[in-house]
């Protein structure tokens, strides 16, 4: 008998600044393609963790790094949002920079937006559209607490996925707790033999 995945219609929208930490961004990846979720992003949103990425490390190319965002692209189904520029100027945000992610959200009819910035998307401007932003760390933990198995052979793809160098079960938690995941890391211990 045939198993088949229900593609849940919980839609996310990950802001630039989530995509920018390579083992974060990875880790994210591997969970989005579980579909446990409807991962989202925009080109705004690749050209904004990639201009960033560049600036802090001149050793990487263009080239590697748009790499990078068509195998996201090609991997994650449905994921660019595209049409949502003319909502921008109807949008208010303390950040006016970020109003295109707001925009995505809401064109992609997303429900969560995560991102570390979570000053930058108050929930009085979020809330008319049925939208919250959550940080990263409570995502994954809520996406482990709902489905533990999944997400844990998530981590365990992205782990050994990783050969300059390869990580252990340790180091690997190390390095997600180092992108600011402490929860995350904190619920990964329960299961380090499944990653």
């Not at 990425?53 to 080239?63: A, F, G, N, S, T």
């Not at 997303?110 to 998307?121: M, Y």
């Not at 979020?126 to 997400?151: C, M, R, S, W």
Request: glycine fraction near 2%; include cysteine.
């Amino acid at each position: 008998m045939a198993w088949a995945i229900e593609v849940s219609n919980f839609t996310v929208l990950y802001d630039a600044c989530v995509l920018y930490p390579a083992p974060l961004r990875d880790l994210l990846m591997h969970v989005a393609v579980t579909d446990l979720y409807r991962a989202k992003w925009t080109d705004a949103i690749h050209d904004e963790w990639t201009r960033n990425v560049l600036k802090d490390r001149p050793d990487l190319k263009p080239e590697q790094l748009q790499r990078t965002r068509d195998l996201m692209n090609s991997h994650v189904r449905d994921c660019l949002v595209t049409g949502y520029e003319t909502l921008i100027n109807a949008i208010t945000l303390p950040d006016s920079d970020d109003r295109h992610v707001l925009a995505a959200a809401i064109c992609a009819g997303a429900d969560l937006i995560v991102t570390f910035n979570l000053k930058d998307f108050p929930e009085r401007d979020l809330k008319p559209y049925g939208i919250e932003a959550q940080h990263p760390d409570d995502f994954l933990t809520f996406q482990l607490d709902l489905a533990p198995n999944i997400v844990c052979a998530a981590a365990k793809r992205h782990r050994s996925s990783l050969k300059n160098p390869p990580k252990d079960v340790k180091e690997y938690l190390a390095t997600l707790e180092a992108q600011g995941l402490a929860q995350t890391v904190s619920s990964l211990r329960r299961f380090a033999e499944l990653i």
